[in-house]
């Protein structure tokens, strides 16, 4: 059974399809001012994925190589997500993924990213607010680099991520695609949130739908459970609304 039907209504098919809607439901998210860290599961048993295959790297700094240390960094977003891939991301030499950088409008700040896998590298890609503006292809290649100079007139973030080419998978390795994804930087401007009202409205009208769903479905042990339920969709509707609010768009139809 498919995970979900929403890839399909999307157009997204294949494992690449799956993976590039969960990207793209992912940046709607984070479009929505809502500031969310990667992180990473095999999901063993559930999917076709051995233990440690997907995973999740942190940016430890000067913190303890810990389990604290681990559990921060990762809070903070200084992580990357992969299958495979290792990469990296620095903006003007000293920031990194899950920083929060204060902007002037059209200062510009300059990216460089750079990714090695054990796999032929596709493609590396830098993301803002959901769009590729920057890619880096490869052709028989395993490390590959990206620079570029950005400008940004509102609060925005940036992530990069990069594709193995398609090839034959060795026995051990589940069929689908190798990739590897990095937490955002966020770009701030005057401290405001990153709100794309698009996106907002969007992730809007999916609460909606959930929202009918739930109200219609059987199966709840008591009413009370769905009560709980609903009440976790509709304050998720007003945070939502709040954050439409900040970009003069009204969240009501």
Request: charged letters at 30%; glycine letters at 10%.
């Amino acid at each position: 059974a498919p995970w979900s039907h929403w890839p399909i209504e999307f157009g997204y098919r294949g494992s690449r399809g799956f993976a590039l809607w969960m990207m793209d439901f992912y940046y709607r998210i984070l479009n929505s001012g809502i500031e969310l860290p990667l992180s990473a599961g095999s999901a063993n048993g559930v999917k076709a994925t051995p233990v440690g295959y997907d995973r999740v790297y942190v940016r430890l700094g000067q913190d303890r190589f810990d389990y604290p240390g681990f559990m921060q960094a990762l809070k903070q977003g200084r992580s990357f997500s992969t299958n495979g891939p290792i990469l990296e991301l620095d903006v003007d030499g000293t920031h990194g993924p899950g920083d929060r950088i204060g902007i002037r409008g059209g200062e510009e700040h300059r990216f460089r990213a750079r990714a090695r896998s054990r796999g032929e590298l596709e493609s590396l890609q830098l993301i803002v607010d959901g769009a590729v503006v920057g890619e880096q292809k490869g052709q028989c290649v395993r490390k590959l680099t990206l620079e570029k100079a950005l400008r940004f007139d509102r609060s925005s973030w940036a992530a990069v991520r990069v594709f193995e080419r398609p090839g034959a998978a060795e026995a051990w390795e589940p069929a689908g695609l190798v990739f590897a994804h990095t937490s955002p930087v966020y770009f701030l401007l005057d401290g405001k949130p990153v709100v794309v009202p698009e996106s907002v409205q969007d992730l809007l009208q999916k609460i909606d739908r959930l929202i009918a769903h739930t109200e219609r479905l059987d199966g709840f042990r008591e009413e009370a459970h769905r009560k709980e339920t609903l009440d976790v969709y509709r304050q998720a509707r007003e945070v939502l609304q709040r954050r439409l609010a900040l970009s003069g768009r009204d969240g009501d139809r």
